[in-house]
């Protein structure tokens, strides 16, 4: 018993700081929500739930969710498939495995700012070698392209990271079932989705987890590339959260919004957590 208290009184201080580092801030921002505080007018204001109905009524908000969720799609959907793609050839035992491993994981070992800045210079519609190739195309600058430019630079800093956690999958996956499909005459493809797939569907799950969660924070590479525009074709609603606070000087209706994101999030992990318990 002793010792059972003395292990709870050496963990109290670290239990202190990370309650200091997570719940204030969350708990801060949820009581600036109901409030009317601004930078311009920095007083504590009761509004009630009046900042979530104002959230809920403001179309700028509404277009960078719905930009948000457009782009979620595409970017997780884009870095399974690549990553499985990436993954399923790694496992095959390649030559130069160390240098193909070093290739598939460079891009998850630079910043996304630094990201940023490669592919800004890459893409640049004067200076860019991709730009001269497609006959100055200005990617970010044009609305047409601007989104899609934007997904694509993140897929290729992401696809690094879901190939490796699927080739730890691959690789874990018990050889018995592969081998006794191939006894029965199956073919290659037909074991891979007969066999291989079903038994990686749970860390498939958890990558989509993993991934959609990171996009919905995408902000980085759209500060560094884009700054939400052309007009507001890659204002996603991260950005549009962080432009509402420190540009427009309207913390606590950033706040309502921010709240609003974290339970659509948390939505959207509880239909995919439902999925991954489900058989």
């Known amino acids: 018993m002793r ?3 003395a292990a709870q009184l050496l963990a109290l201080p ?22 009317r505080y601004s930078f311009l007018r920095p007083q504590y204001t009761w509004a009630g739930l009046a900042r979530y109905r104002e959230a809920l009524e ?6 960078a969710l719905g930009l948000t969720a457009l782009y979620v799609a595409l970017t997780v959907g884009l870095t399974l498939a690549l990553g499985l793609l990436l993954a399923v050839l790694l496992h095959q035992g390649l030559p130069l495995r160390g ?27 004067e200076l860019g070698i991709l730009a001269y190739l497609f006959g100055g195309v200005d990617f970010f600058g044009d609305p047409r392209y601007a989104l899609l430019s934007l997904a694509l630079v993140d897929v290729w800093q992401q696809t ?31 074991a891979f989705w007969y066999v291989t797939f079903p038994l990686l569907r749970p860390v498939l799950l958890a990558l989509l987890v993993l991934q959609t969660l990171a996009e919905v924070r995408t902000y980085d590479l759209v500060y560094v590339l884009t700054r939400g525009g052309p007009g507001s074709a890659t204002d996603l609603v991260s950005y549009y959260i962080y432009r509402k606070a420190f540009l427009g000087l309207d913390l606590s209706g950033a706040g309502a919004m921010g709240y609003l994101l974290l339970l659509l999030t948390l939505a959207l992990v509880a239909l995919y957590y439902r999925f991954l318990t489900r058989g």
Do not use: C, N
């Open 3 to 5: 010792g059972r208290q």
């Open 14 to 35: 670290g239990l202190l700081v990370l309650l200091g580092v997570v719940a204030f801030p969350l708990l801060y921002a949820f009581f600036l929500s109901l409030t």
């Open 58 to 63: 403001d179309p700028y908000f509404l277009h």
């Open 99 to 125: 240098f193909h491993y070093f290739a598939v994981s460079l891009p998850m070992l630079i910043a996304p700012v630094g990201v940023g800045l490669i592919w800004k210079m890459i893409l640049h519609p």
């Open 160 to 190: 690094s990271f879901a190939a490796l956690v699927l080739l730890a999958g691959l690789r874990s996956l018990p050889k018995e079932p592969l081998e006794a499909a191939r006894v029965d005459g199956a073919t290659p493809w037909q």
